[in-house]
């Protein structure tokens, strides 16, 4: 007899709760949110390897190379020395990895300096710079 009292106010409660529910969020106005995924690509610079050739036992003056730095083409950004020693005569160095572009460098010798001036570093290629 309890029993039967308790079922309809308990069946109230539940379609009640069901109702209140079905208002809260599922009902019209529910709008989803969804987040698109940003992807940031960068371009590859592709790297061309730099190498010195101290030419100077072909041309008979034997000059030890002491520096040599690079810098773009038309600005002042210079990499600072890139010689791990000196270069004697007719000793090929690799120096460094550069990213593709035009580039001036300066190699200190004995006697004096060597100016080059647009030299194309193409990446995936190994640029030489012959100082005679």
Do not use: H, K
Request: proline share 5%.
């Amino acid at each position: 007899m309890i029993a039967s009292r308790l079922r309809a106010p308990a069946t109230l409660l539940l379609v009640g709760a069901a109702l209140f529910l079905t208002a809260c969020g599922g009902g019209p106005g529910y709008s989803e949110v969804y987040y698109e995924e940003v992807v940031i690509v960068e371009p590859v610079v592709p790297l061309g390897d730099v190498e010195v050739d101290n030419q100077t036992d072909l041309t008979g003056s034997l000059e030890d190379m002491y520096f040599f730095e690079m810098a773009p083409a038309l600005t002042d950004l210079w990499t600072g020395q890139l010689l791990p020693d000196v270069i004697f005569p007719g000793e090929v160095v690799y120096v460094a990895s550069m990213e593709e572009d035009f580039y001036d460098a300066v190699a200190e010798l004995d006697l004096g300096f060597v100016d080059f001036f647009d030299i194309f570093v193409e990446g995936g290629w190994t640029t030489t710079f012959e100082v005679y």
